[in-house]
């Protein structure tokens, strides 16, 4: 019984969110906002237990089950150019192709920030555990060419506000709050509400992304990959990018979130 009670305490104590963690990494994400390691420092400090939930539930699928036992890892085949060139021009893999490769980005651009993390705490997280979080991590451009969300800074909150929905990490929506509070202090003529919130509402409703097999979603055209697992038009979004159009604002300018 005793040695129950402290496996419970202890899961609480790894578990707990940190808040004075999560605000000095806002705070530094304030001073500089290149600095893309201060997100996954905010993620990390108020995840809480989130991250545990999803992970049992993808474990407990035939799909889950396989990609843990071979660990088939998400990012090989994303960095595969030829391979993704090679698809259709039609399907999601070869649009994942247009807006990393044509941009001169890289999967490994969100790799080498997560893994700049200093203290991050993993204690009571299996290697399982962990693998199914790097997944996710690696999947972040494929719901933006899936969603339409683009990486402009309106683009950006509202696929973040679809991961929360979609993963109830409470860090994910702190960073969410920032970027609005931010983005609607240099716009304050433009509701950007409504537009973050339809990415909430799109993510409740959409299958748990987390959990779907991207490896052959890729190989499929974007618009059967939709249908398939439920992402939605984000009609407010594109309405928003026109009226910024028309007002001559570039949602690009890295001087919107700059101040």
């Not at 973040?160 to 979609?166: D, P, V």
Request: charged share 30%; net charge positive; aromatic share 12%.
């Amino acid at each position: 019984m005793l040695k129950s009670l402290y496996k419970n305490i202890y899961n609480i104590w790894i578990n707990r969110v940190k808040p004075i963690k999560a605000f000095k990494a806002v705070r530094a994400l304030d001073r500089n906002k290149e600095d893309t390691t201060q997100v996954f420092h905010v993620i990390d400090a108020l995840k809480g237990s989130s991250d545990r939930k999803y992970f049992k539930i993808f474990s407990k699928t035939k799909l889950g089950k396989k990609i843990l036992e071979k660990k088939i890892n998400l990012v090989d085949t994303l960095k595969d150019k030829n391979f993704l060139e090679s698809l259709p021009k039609n399907t999601l893999g070869y649009k994942y192709f247009e807006f990393i490769y044509k941009e001169n980005l890289s999967p490994e651009e969100l790799i080498d920030a997560s893994n700049n993390i200093d203290g991050r705490d993993l204690r009571g997280r299996s290697e399982d555990e962990i693998f199914f979080n790097t997944r996710k991590r690696d999947m972040h451009d494929l719901w933006h060419v899936t969603t339409g969300y683009g990486r402009d800074a309106l683009g950006e909150l509202s696929l973040l506000a679809f991961t929360y929905a979609q993963e109830q990490n409470r860090g994910i929506g702190a960073i969410a709050l920032y970027g609005y509070w931010k983005v609607g202090k240099e716009l304050p003529g433009f509701n950007l509400r409504e537009v973050i919130y339809e990415g909430y509402s799109n993510g409740k409703k959409a299958n748990l992304w987390s959990c779907e097999d991207w490896e052959s979603l890729i190989q499929l055209p974007l618009s059967e990959v939709r249908e398939k697992i439920n992402s939605e038009k984000p009609q407010l979004y594109y309405e928003a990018l026109k009226k910024f159009s028309a007002h001559q604002i570039d949602l690009n300018d890295n001087e919107v979130l700059a101040n």
